[in-house]
């Protein structure tokens, strides 16, 4: 059974670079032909996919964020990671990994950003 833990600070400032890790255990982020994702929801709103890895290591970046976000993974540690750059308050919302197709989820983690 695949499973996904988030970890990461839950406060940020504006302007400060968030930067979140999920470890995966149950399966390996290098085999098969999943993609592992990044999801977001904003206090009161939907989900927002923010972007993938594959397990060639390919990565797509959601249009809206990709000037601010990269994702990079660490084989070694079965873990991959989010960046998100020049935060605002916008930025605040629950933080989720996932295992496209969005079959396994981590419990998400909140991040707040607030001066």
């Known amino acids: 059974q695949v499973q996904l833990q988030e970890s990461g600070p839950g406060l940020l400032k504006p302007s400060q670079t968030l930067s979140l890790t999920c470890t995966v255990s149950?399966?390996?982020?290098?085999?098969?032909?999943?993609?592992w994702s990044w999801v977001r929801q904003p206090p009161g709103k939907g989900l927002e996919w923010m972007g993938a890895?594959?397990?060639?290591?390919?990565?797509h970046y959601s249009s809206s964020l990709k000037s601010r976000m990269s994702i990079s993974r660490d084989t070694s540690k079965n873990q991959f990671t989010l960046q998100l750059s020049s935060v605002t308050p916008e930025d605040t919302a629950v933080y989720y990994c996932?295992?496209?197709?969005?079959?396994?989820w981590g419990k998400g983690t909140l991040v707040t950003v607030s001066s």
């Open positions: 996932t295992r496209v197709p969005f079959d396994s």
């Open positions: 890895i594959g397990t060639s290591g390919s990565i």
């Open positions: 149950g399966d390996s982020i290098t085999t098969n032909s999943f993609y």
